[in-house]
């Protein structure tokens, strides 16, 4: 298959663009390098069946040149950070939503075979009741999640309107290798790098907000299962663990599996804006439809990533280009 991922250079994209190089499809790889880095893709610039474009997806000229050469779009490019989001709004707004446009619109004029669309847990706001299926109301609290969810729903009526065949994942806190540990990072990798430099990890609120990290192996296989499953009545699916733990819970568990809990403690500082309280996820309709279910705890993607980030050097990871 001739594969774009858009968004190829950041954390998942790059997970994807490897798989599926090494599987021999034509990989291209589209990236405005806002929030992706060169590193993350540098190992695949070698191979004949990988190119890299950088460009963006609100450029529309540019896009139609990619995608009437394509069989399966993965749309990951977006502006992903909920702080960013609340700072910059119409930038959020404007890659978010006007690019999954330009994505849908060019899918549906050269005829797509499959469009796997990149949204969020985060459009399902704080939870009503968990675990959260796809059927839980969807009240986002930050101009990130509503900007995701204003994609999400385009994607889905231009699905039913159109006949589209778009498939949307929403995956929950997703972490692992390459995720980035500074700026407007997740918080994973921020705690990791604190703690291994003998710093307190900072906690925003009280650090009772729970959530359902899931390791970047078991979405990579979440792709996987849409992009060869023969086509879906169901259109939208969760990917999560179903377990949750509380981000002072968090801290506490990563000062441990680094060893520093005789002179660590997690810090606390002012709740940030927006902020959603609890996410748990009902991966049930994946597991009945596309047979996948979460392989990772936490405890063994948290070894796995720790193992990573005490032997991988992050200088130069800031943006080479």
């Given at each position: 298959?001739?594969?774009?991922?858009?968004?190829?250079?950041?954390?998942?994209?790059?997970h994807?663009?490897?798989?599926?190089?090494?599987?021999?499809?034509?990989?291209?790889?589209?990236?405005?390098?806002?929030?992706?880095?060169?590193?993350n893709?540098?190992?695949?610039?070698?191979?004949?069946?990988?190119?890299?474009?950088?460009?963006?997806?609100?450029?529309?000229?540019?896009?139609?040149?990619?995608?009437?050469?394509?069989?399966v779009?993965?749309?990951?490019?977006?502006q992903?950070?909920?702080?960013?989001?609340?700072?910059?709004?119409?930038?959020?707004?404007?890659?978010?939503?006007?690019?999954?446009?330009?994505?849908?619109?060019?899918?549906?004029?050269?005829?797509?075979?499959?469009?796997?669309?990149?949204?969020?847990?985060?459009?399902?706001?704080?939870?009503?009741?968990?675990?959260?299926?796809?059927?839980?109301?969807?009240?986002?609290?930050?101009?990130?999640?509503?900007?995701?969810?204003?994609?999400?729903?385009?994607?889905?009526?231009?699905?039913?309107?159109y006949?589209?065949?778009?498939?949307?994942?929403r995956?929950?806190?997703?972490?692992?290798?390459?995720?980035?540990?500074?700026?407007?990072?997740?918080?994973?990798?921020?705690?990791?790098?604190?703690?291994?430099?003998?710093?307190?990890?900072?906690?925003?609120?009280?650090?009772?907000?729970?959530?359902?990290?899931?390791?970047?192996?078991d979405?990579?296989?979440?792709?996987?299962?849409?992009?060869?499953?023969?086509?879906?009545?169901?259109?939208?699916?969760?990917?999560?663990?179903?377990?949750?733990?509380?981000i002072?819970d968090?801290?506490?568990?990563?000062?441990?599996?680094?060893?520093?809990?005789?002179?660590?403690?997690?810090?606390?500082?002012d709740?940030?804006?927006?902020?959603?309280?609890?996410?748990?996820?009902n991966?049930?309709?994946?597991?009945?439809?596309?047979?996948?279910k979460?392989?990772?705890?936490?405890?063994?993607g948290?070894?796995?990533?720790?193992?990573?980030?005490?032997?991988?050097?992050?200088?130069?990871?800031?943006?080479?280009?």
């Open positions: 298959m001739r594969i774009l991922i858009t968004g190829g250079a950041g954390f998942i994209g790059s994807l663009c490897e798989k599926y190089v090494k599987e021999k499809h034509t990989v291209i790889c589209l990236d405005n390098f806002m929030s992706g880095n060169l590193v893709i540098r190992g695949l610039l070698n191979y004949g069946n990988f190119k890299l474009i950088k460009g963006d997806v609100r450029d529309f000229d540019l896009l139609e040149k990619i995608i009437s050469k394509v069989d779009i993965m749309h990951l490019a977006a992903i950070h909920t702080d960013k989001s609340i700072v910059e709004p119409r930038l959020t707004y404007d890659i978010n939503v006007l690019g999954t446009q330009n994505i849908l619109e060019l899918a549906k004029r050269y005829d797509v075979s499959k469009i796997i669309y990149a949204s969020t847990s985060e459009v399902y706001g704080t939870a009503e009741y968990t675990p959260m299926d796809e059927l839980h109301p969807l009240n986002p609290s930050h101009p990130y999640g509503a900007s995701k969810l204003a994609a999400d729903r385009m994607c889905y009526a231009y699905k039913k309107t006949g589209l065949p778009i498939y949307i994942m995956p929950f806190n997703t972490y692992g290798p390459r995720q980035k540990d500074n700026g407007y990072g997740a918080v994973i990798s921020i705690f990791t790098r604190r703690v291994l430099s003998n710093k307190n990890p900072i906690i925003f609120g009280n650090g009772n907000q729970v959530r359902d990290y899931v390791y970047i192996e979405i990579v296989r979440a792709y996987d299962a849409i992009l060869n499953s023969s086509p879906l009545m169901d259109s939208i699916f969760n990917f999560g663990t179903g377990v949750g733990i509380t002072s968090l801290a506490n568990l990563i000062i441990a599996k680094c060893s520093r809990q005789d002179i660590l403690n997690p810090s606390y500082t709740p940030r804006p927006g902020e959603v309280d609890k996410l748990i996820c991966a049930k309709k994946a597991q009945d439809i596309l047979n996948w979460s392989q990772y705890s936490i405890h063994v948290l070894n796995i990533f720790i193992d990573w980030y005490s032997n991988y050097n992050m200088e130069g990871w800031e943006n080479p280009l």
